[in-house]
């Protein structure tokens, strides 16, 4: 069964420091990793999109990464802020079927 | 650009009503999902659509169904809810499957089974 399988459950870090998520999967053929984030009580919103022959990607202060041969992909935030407080999802789709795989989140808390 | 909608936001039902969530995307996307997230979980997929007319089943379609009469929309149906369909549920669409492609999200519809 494909799984995704993302660390740390929770986090919570000061203002202007910077985190890294963590999402390994087993989901196979792969076809392409996306993070998204999701405010609370508001649906997510992606952030990147990564496919196997792409091992990093920057949105503003968010920068991916992609290991495709161990399966393991790193969401990193720097300069944290406010309103980075959310959850962070990774999501995993498989090649040809396009079936995609959501990891349970990663909620993440940033305090002054 | 309005992007994913869905109506209503919230639904109070009682246990054994029924009732449809609508879902209407402006992007002309071909495929629509209905997932649904319930706390400290990740989202599920109930049902999804590749095209108009089509329908199929995702993770955990039990007691939904579905409908996708118009390419724009895709209804969600509870014939009978029960309060294990207490949850926030999810519309999303993307175009055709190809590598890179995004799912774009609705905004969530609250609903509570008592």
């Known amino acids: 069964k494909n799984q995704v399988e993302q660390s740390p459950q929770s986090l919570i870090i000061l203002e202007g420091k910077n985190c890294t998520l963590q999402?390994?999967?087993?989901?196979?053929?792969?076809?392409?990793l996306r993070w998204y984030k999701q405010d609370t009580g508001r649906g997510p919103v992606s952030l990147t999109i990564?496919?196997?022959?792409?091992n990093t990607k920057s949105n503003g202060r968010y920068t991916a990464t992609l290991d495709a041969d161990t399966k393991q992909s790193s969401l990193h935030i720097t300069a944290s802020q406010l309103s980075d407080s959310a959850s962070y999802i990774c999501?995993?789709?498989?090649?040809?079927?396009?079936?995609?795989?959501f990891g349970d989140g990663t909620t993440l808390t940033v305090k002054p | 650009n309005a992007g994913v909608t869905q109506t209503p936001k919230f639904r109070v039902l009682k246990t054994g009503q029924s009732m449809t969530l609508l879902c209407a995307q402006d992007?002309?996307?071909?495929?629509m999902y209905w997932y649904r997230q319930d706390p400290g979980m990740g989202l599920r997929l109930i049902h999804y659509?590749?095209?108009?007319?089509?329908?199929a089943k995702g993770e955990v379609p039990d007691g939904y169904n579905v409908s996708r009469l118009k390419k724009q929309n895709f209804l969600l149906g509870l014939e009978s809810a029960a309060p294990s369909q207490t949850s926030v549920y999810f519309c999303?669409?993307?175009?055709?499957?190809?590598?890179?492609?995004?799912?774009?999200f609705g905004e969530g519809s609250w609903l509570t089974v008592v």
């Open positions: 992007m002309n996307h071909e495929y």
């Open positions: 999501v995993v789709s498989e090649g040809n079927a396009g079936k995609s795989t």
């Open positions: 999303a669409s993307s175009y055709r499957h190809r590598t890179g492609n995004t799912i774009y």
């Open positions: 999402c390994n999967y087993t989901v196979s053929p792969f076809s392409n």
């Open positions: 990564m496919t196997f022959s792409e």
């Open positions: 659509s590749v095209g108009e007319g089509t329908t």
